[in-house]
């Protein structure tokens, strides 16, 4: 009976270890097929880093526009666009400590815009070529541009729990935005909700 009982805690024992393995290895794949994704709620004021459907870690407290989030109009309107965009660029020399660039403003963005006549169509043409030929789309439309993740720099921590304070970026501490650097890169697709 003992050895019975020695047995089977023995099969369960390598039948975890295996599955944890299993998880293990697909995990590591999916980190480097690049499944690893960013989701932005701007109601709950969280980001959350996703491999695949999975949340691998959340960082709270984040601030947004000072004019909340929504269909950004126009440049200096302080509001935070909704949508899925991808980091096209990182500024590790910025103001705010570090800067993830979106590829702001995306397709849809400009195609509602032109629809809304807040663009004019050479505008949202050069917008459009951009994303075809993956590059970063012009960044000084009427819709505005520089819209991404960045840090605090030398701002004020108080401020920053208190308010959302951006023109329209999402803000993390610098302690949030050096633990991001580690698990983003280029390319990494972001969606704001």
Not at 12 to 19: G, N, Q, S, V, Y
Not at 82 to 88: E, Q, R, T, V
Not at 110 to 120: C, F, T, Y
Request: aromatic fraction near 10%; include cysteine; charged fraction near 25%.
């Amino acid at each position: 009976m003992k050895n019975n009982l020695l047995n089977y805690l023995l099969f369960m024992r390598i039948k975890h270890l295996f599955f944890t393995a299993i998880l293990l290895l697909y995990s590591v794949s999916a980190y480097a097929r690049g499944d690893v994704w960013l989701l932005i709620d701007t109601q709950k004021l969280e980001l959350e880093v996703k491999l695949a459907d999975i949340t691998l870690v959340k960082f709270s407290n984040i601030a947004i526009g000072r004019n909340g989030s929504g269909f950004k109009r126009r440049r200096g309107d302080d509001t935070t666009p909704l949508g899925k965009y991808k980091i096209s660029w990182i500024n590790r020399k910025s103001r705010y400590h570090l800067f993830f660039g979106f590829n702001y403003p995306s397709v849809e963005n400009v195609e509602q815009a032109l629809k809304k006549g807040l663009v004019d169509k050479k505008t949202y043409s050069k917008v459009i070529r951009a994303h075809k030929n993956n590059r970063v789309p012009p960044q000084n439309t009427p819709l505005g541009g520089l819209i991404g993740i960045h840090g605090l720099g030398r701002g004020d921590e108080t401020i920053h729990q208190t308010m959302n304070w951006t023109h329209g970026c999402i803000a993390l501490t610098n302690e949030q935005i050096n633990n991001l650097d580690k698990l983003i890169k280029k390319d990494t697709i972001v969606i704001v909700k």
